[in-house]
T-cell receptor
């Protein structure tokens, strides 16, 4: 298994509070991604990073921000959580260019509930 | 918006049969195509990827790609109860994946 951990694994919070999710990898992969998964929608990309301090938006980035100050850590922040952000959040990593594949490997996920 | 459509499920197959999963995509710039398996409550895990037109076999799994038709499929031969899961199709473009909603497969003994 790829060395990816996510913390916390479960979180319940209230509307309007800030929340930060952490993704940590031990693979030294350049690319890191945050997805959310909701019933009927599959996995949707929130933000991604292609290096330290290099990030870009995905298709559902509104209400989320990210930071990457070290290769191994990618943080996802909900500045003011809303009930619509209740979801399962997955982190993924990849190292494009190795073996002519940009395979992404996923972390275990964080289940977030916003009341 | 990059659309990825998978055949709606759930798909129920008897043990030992072939399960056939289909996927169409809208982004002609897609370069690689991935199939992930996701058990309930777990994270997606890679089954296989394909980037050239034609067939690619890996054990009981065969992926087929037709870029002209913007179509990719996955065949699971000799289906086992452990294959019961949701299968996600994911074309890749510029190092980003677009996922379909998935097809849930149930293998009945």
């Amino acid at each position: 298994d790829a060395g990816i951990t996510q913390s916390p694994r479960h979180k319940v919070t209230e509307t309007g509070t800030p929340v930060t999710l952490r993704c940590h990898q031990t693979e030294n992969h350049r690319y890191m991604y945050w997805y959310r998964q909701d019933p009927g929608h599959g996995l949707r990309l929130i933000h991604y990073s292609y290096g330290v301090k290099d990030t870009d938006k995905g298709e559902v980035s509104d209400g989320y921000s990210v930071s990457r100050s070290k290769t191994e850590d990618f943080l996802l922040t909900l500045e003011s959580a809303t009930s619509s952000q209740t979801s399962v959040y997955f982190c993924a990593i990849s190292e494009p260019g190795t073996g002519r594949t940009d395979t992404q490997y996923f972390g275990p996920g964080t289940r977030l509930t916003v009341l | 918006q990059k659309e990825v459509e998978q055949n709606s499920g759930p798909l129920s197959v008897p043990e030992g049969a072939i399960a056939s999963l289909n996927c169409t995509y809208s982004d002609r710039g897609s370069q690689s195509f991935f199939w992930y398996r996701q058990y309930s409550g777990k994270s997606p895990e890679l089954i296989m990827f394909i980037y050239s037109n034609g067939d690619k076999e890996d054990g009981r799994f065969t992926a087929q790609l037709n870029k002209a038709s913007q179509y990719v499929s996955l065949l699971i031969r000799d289906s086992q109860p452990s294959d019961s899961a949701t299968y996600l199709c994911a074309p890749s473009s510029n190092y980003k994946l677009s996922f379909g909603a998935g097809t849930t497969v149930t293998v009945r003994a």
